[in-house]
């Protein structure tokens, strides 16, 4: 018999991961607290931009394999529950607000038919899965809980769901293993990579990737800063040691630094746990992560002061990119609209373009002012700042903006820009770690 699977919690996460095992073949039902949410979806309409998911979505509720609902008592029939709602980081300081969480587990528990089996996927602290499946043990003895992470990678999550590079699963015997074997076989027939891990690793896996990922990205901007003031270029001294193996050259493209709704609080969430835990000194260096990632922001703002003046209020600045990345509306803790907003702040009018986080930009910093295109964005500025390397800003073409702007000056905050392309065409191009 077929396993039917419930997704709680239809974020990104969910409604990804939702679609997706829908895709597969399973009976599908998502869960959420939102009723405008789960309208949405069960049209067949994302509440956010994710380059493919909407087709897939919208396909795979016309199978009537998908359904979404705001009625807990609706997973009652399902034999895998996935929980997939966000742990943000808490108000009061840097540890996960596990909120969602607890409650998700606590409103299916009373409908949790037995040998049913619980599957978190939301990023936690290490010990959450233990106690959840304590606690789910007094309320619901039949039903037993396991960890398989997510490594989504917004603007290629569906990919990375059904083809991702490698499946973690945190189960406590071979049983729960097994069910999880049956809901990946499709992905796992793929020669997927199966990693069998006990709960607290299944946990760390998530944030000590991120945590690397987070070190790697803010030691290419370190090596920016010294560039900048030994007069070297960052982007030929990145190239070179990405062609030793044990280095690669992913992810080191200097610039503004990482965003995004998971690296900067998961980073912020492990120091906290590991404080708990007893072990801050392991992981006091992502306190200089953090601070390296924020101070790349400031340092673009010092660039403009110094191509313009310290006083910024007779000048316009154009920004291309409100969103943390490119092919995503994401705009949480986004270095780009961070940078607008600090600008705006220091008395220059701003002007934000994007071609997804518009809405969402507006929403945070309704007072910056916003363009509907990029010639709308620069027209009469003084400078222009590109700092979310969309595709359409990487080919734009100077020469057609040049008669658009009052003075053909661009900072090239991700080191993604054709630099020689724009200096030909008159432009004073600036880029974090390049100082000729």
Excluded at 143 to 160: H, I, K, Q, T, Y
Excluded at 338 to 361: C, F, M, R, T, W
Aim: overall charge negative.
């Amino acid at each position: 018999m077929s396993l039917k699977l419930s997704v709680i919690g239809c974020g990104y996460l969910g409604a990804t991961h939702a679609a997706c095992m829908s895709s597969l073949g399973f009976e599908v039902i998502g869960v959420d607290t939102d009723p405008d949410k789960i309208a949405m979806l069960s049209k067949g309409e994302l509440p956010f931009y994710e380059p493919g998911l909407d087709t897939l979505l919208a396909a795979e509720i016309k199978t009537g394999r998908l359904t979404f609902t705001t009625d807990f008592s609706a997973v009652a029939d399902a034999d895998v529950h996935f929980i997939c709602v966000g742990t943000p980081q808490s108000k009061d300081g840097l540890a996960a607000d596990l909120t969602y969480v607890k409650s998700a587990v606590a409103a299916i528990a009373p409908h949790l038919k037995s040998g049913s089996l619980v599957v978190g996927k939301s990023t936690v602290p290490v010990g959450t899965a233990q106690g959840l499946r304590d606690q789910l043990a007094k309320s619901s003895p039949e039903s037993d809980l396991a960890w398989n992470p997510e490594f989504l990678r917004e603007g290629f999550a569906v990919e990375d769901t059904l083809t991702p590079n490698r499946l973690v699963v945190g189960v406590t015997n071979d049983r729960a293993e097994n069910i999880l074997k049956e809901v990946y076989k499709p992905i796992i027939d793929l020669g997927t990579p199966w990693i069998r891990a006990d709960l607290p690793t299944s946990e760390l896996v998530k944030v000590a990737a991120n945590s690397f990922l987070a070190t790697k990205i803010s030691f290419i901007n370190a090596m920016a800063e010294v560039c900048e003031a030994a007069g070297g270029d960052v982007t030929v001294l990145a190239k070179a040691i990405g062609y030793d193996p044990r280095i690669g050259n992913r992810f080191l493209q200097a610039g503004i630094g990482f965003g995004g709704g998971c690296l900067p609080k998961d980073i912020r969430a492990f120091m906290a746990r590991a404080e708990e835990l007893g072990a801050k000194q392991a992981l006091e260096f992502l306190r200089e992560i953090d601070a390296i990632n924020l101070r790349a922001r400031q340092r673009v703002i010092d660039v403009v002061r110094t191509e313009l003046t310290d006083d910024l209020t007779k000048y316009t600045i154009a920004v291309l990119g409100a969103a943390f990345k490119p092919d995503s509306d994401d705009v949480r803790d986004s270095p780009a609209l961070d940078i607008a907003a600090q600008l705006q702040a220091a008395g220059a009018s701003v002007v934000v373009h994007d071609p997804k986080a518009i809405e969402n930009a507006r929403k945070r910093f309704p007072k910056l002012g916003f363009a509907g295109s990029v010639q709308e964005c620069v027209k009469n500025a003084d400078l222009i700042l590109h700092l979310t390397e969309w595709r359409e800003y990487r080919e734009l073409d100077p020469n057609s903006l040049a008669s658009l702007v009052k003075r053909k000056i661009i900072i090239d905050g991700r080191n993604a820009l054709d630099r020689d392309k724009w200096r030909e065409a008159g432009w004073q191009f600036h880029a974090l770690g390049r100082t000729d």
